[in-house]
Each structure stands twice: as C-alpha cells, then as structure tokens.
C-alpha cells in the first residue's frame, strides 16, 4: 500500500500514515473510542474477528460484523477468512470498505489485518486494545484498557 485514494477521516489518516512509517503492512490502528465514534458516523464498519463463542460468552457489540479469523475452543485458524469477509464487506464497498477489526486484545486483528491487507483490501485498520484489553499481573482482562474497560457499547448473550 503506497498510496491513498480516497479521502479519510482524520483519524483515519492520522493512523494510515502513522503505518505507512512503520511499515505495517495494513492501514493502521485506532482506539476504541475512535473506532466507536467512526461506527457512530457511519464512517466504517466494525468486524469482529473472534470466535463465535467468544461473542457468545464474552459478549459483543451491537451492530458489528462477525468474521472469525479463528474458530472453536482451539482457535484453528479460519482457512475462509478472507472470502468471508469480502462477502461480509460487499454491501460497505467490497476491498475498498472501511473496515475496524476487533478481538479479544488487538494482536489477533493484526494478524487479520495483515491477511486481508495481503489480499487486498486497502483500508483495514485494527482496532488497539480490543473488546477485553491486556491481561494485567493477577491473569485479568478489562482493567485497563479493552472496548468494555472504555464502557463502549457491548451486549452478552
């Protein structure tokens, strides 16, 4: 990706320059709350890359795009990924949608990232932190960063 065609939100183009100099190899990263803000404008769409019983179990939010870069307990990658998420972006654009990837702490969606960057799509960010954040000393998620820490929107089933 050398070059940007279409016009970004500031944002956005904050973070696609910022990797550009890092050499990502994918259009950027952005905070939880801007990837919220972004939805909210209806300037991107949301994919969430963890599994089904994440979404399950964990919980998710309203409204996102479920694509998993890795199914079941095992978390065996997704040998479909990309065609599905090109089938779930269609509607937003196909390879030129906006899109957010989100997971549990934001290094899955970086590897999601880089597969649908390397098969394409021109402006896939990840979202920092992810829906439950890092986990801290005493084996935890959510104290200190992730979408819920942040008390963004998120339902459970």
Known sequence: MT?????????LEA???QAQLQGLGYAGGVSPQQAWQLVQQNLAVLVDVRSAEELKFVGHVPGSVHVPWA??????RNPRFVRELESKLAAHGGKEAVALLLCR???RSVLA???AAAAGFTQIF????GFEGEIDAAQHRGGGDGWRFHHLPWVQD
């Not at 070059?3 to 944002?11: H, N």
């Not at 199914?71 to 065996?76: E, I, M, R």
């Open 3 to 11: 070059t940007l065609e279409i016009s970004l939100p500031p944002a």
């Open 15 to 17: 973070a696609w320059q």
């Open 71 to 76: 199914t079941g307990t095992a978390l065996t």
């Open 105 to 107: 702490s934001g290094k």
């Open 113 to 115: 990232a880089q597969a």
């Open 126 to 129: 990840n979202v920092l932190e």
